[in-house]
């Protein structure tokens, strides 16, 4: 029997998941790999059983959430977190830097009572996560090798150094070069730098590696006449979960 | 020893003759002034006046991602060693990474032998490229004495103006010159103006740091302990550049790449960076180098300390890259400016 694996969906805008139907053709190999018993963007069947494989996109914001993640944990063997929703938090994240009640009434006004709420948590902050595929959105290949690893049963890690290197492998002309900033030198690689091969800053998406120099960016980003403030937006858009617990 | 001269105007066409013979290439404008070495198929896409390519020529002979090995599991276990190479001809490389591919050669040719660089390196016919003046102030190739040709290549090509020199150092180069007729043997001339090049180098090139070669050993073995180390571990971002960028640095990683089948994969190496936070990571989670200074002083004792114990030579070809490539603005040359100054 092949391995049955699920997809569910928490605080997130779905667009990783919708990485996985752009797979192409890879995509027909991976089926052959697994069984998917669930996929709400794909197909309409659902699936109570026991998982081997979970994969998660989404972060944790609502009491509700916090018990649906933690049974689809208790039946899932193995638990693939996916996205930056997922991994850090992502954009959500954004919610945890003003208190939870103003929040609410900026956001819903009138009906706020109506919207329980909790701060916003990557996965693992609420439960056991076993693999990580970082990224807004995820990169393809990375999460084909996630799979391949949960599938083999090996243990998987996210680089931990930054965007900078796989740029600089694929010998790109810097940013910093064209007097644009870009936060690659504090972000975690492993999405064979997407945005700057394609001429894009990096905004950050997978989240800052696990031991940024955030004092020495602030200095460089600082000599190109950016505010402050601005500078704090840019590195925070992304990791505003950071503080509330360590993500490998 | 074969000197022959080609009329400058004639270069591009020459290039171009090369090109439909073999695999060539030279360095291509990227814009915002940045150059990088690839393909071209046509002359006029080479630019013979260039500053240091973003990646040294190291790219082809120690690939960014290579395959080392096949494997199959599918009945028992079968592997099978791969060399990728591709001939090429390498054109216009500057005297800074002419040595860059000295100092791999002597890293890959140490015991135990590394046979897929050595297999490569075979396969890559060089042309070299004379600067005729400093390619910008992050240089330091006097001061490390790559500012002249030291051998390293089959043909090596001198600006002369209206002409180019070009010294025949191989049988291959032989061959190269012998290619659609472009070139003639020089003359006295010719020697003569080659003279005037070099006499008015030598005025430009030098004391690119206020300090000399044979002192640098002296230097680094008082500096283990200085502040200096954490003043530009505190700017450094831990991101990289600096080393892959660097012609002399050659740590790898080597990794699997498992088929979509599972049981069929990939040995690959890919390059690996004493600046990146797991590369002195251990099991159990302890870094030898956590802290950025101890990183950034490995870098510089790996260029002008370890090296020359070990081979007799430096490892730095003063091509300036790290310093050119740096969004923190640590720079080589006043590094070793200020190194000296502490030990003065
Ligand atoms: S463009 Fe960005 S990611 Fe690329 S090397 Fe420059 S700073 Fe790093
Ligand atoms: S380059 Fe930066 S913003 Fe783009 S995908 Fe990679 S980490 Fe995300
Ligand atoms: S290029 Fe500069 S910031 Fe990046 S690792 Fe090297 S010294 Fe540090
Ligand atoms: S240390 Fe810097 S200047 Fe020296 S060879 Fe490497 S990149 Fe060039
Ligand atoms: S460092 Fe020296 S040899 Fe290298 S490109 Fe610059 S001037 Fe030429």
Redesign the interface.
Known sequence: MKPRIAFFDFACCEGCQLQVANLGE?LL??L??VDVVEFREVMSEKWAGPLDIAVVEGSITTKEAVERIEKIRARSRILIAYGSCATIGGVNGMKNRSPLEEIRRTVYGEHAHTFPTIATRPVDQVVKVDYYVHGCPIWPPEF?EVL?AA??GVPCFP????V??EC??N????L???GVTCL???TRAGCNSWCTNNGNICYGCRGL?????T???M??LARYRIPLELVLNKMSMYNACREQGKTP | MRYVTIPADKMADYITALARRQKVVAPVE?????F?FEPISEGREATLTYIPT??PPK?FFMP??ETLLEYDLHEGQKMQAVVELEEMVLFGVHTCDLAGIACLNTVFSDRPKDLNYLIRKNKIVIIGLECVAYCDEYASCALMNNHLPNGGYDLFLTPLGDRYIGHVNTYIGDSLVEEGGFFRDATGADFAALEEVRRRKREVFHDEVPIDLDEIPRIFAHSLRTTIWKEIG????????CT??CPTCYCFDIVDK?N???KSGRRIR??D?CQ???FAKIAGGESFRKE?SSRKRHRFFRKFRYPVDRFGKFFCTGCGRCSR?C??RINLKETLAQLAREYV
């Open positions: 890879a190999d991976v052959k790999l084909i391949q599938l083999q680089p931990d150094h930054a900078c290197v600089k492998l010998e790109n002309v810097c910093y070069d064209k690659g030198p504090v590696v696990s031991n940024p120099n004092k020495g960016a200095d460089v | 990227k814009g915002k002034g940045q990088a973003i990646l790219k960014q991602y505190d700017r450094c971002l831990s991101c990289g550049n892959n960028v498992p979509l089948d599972l890919v390059w960076s990146n936070e797991r950025r490539t969004m923190a």
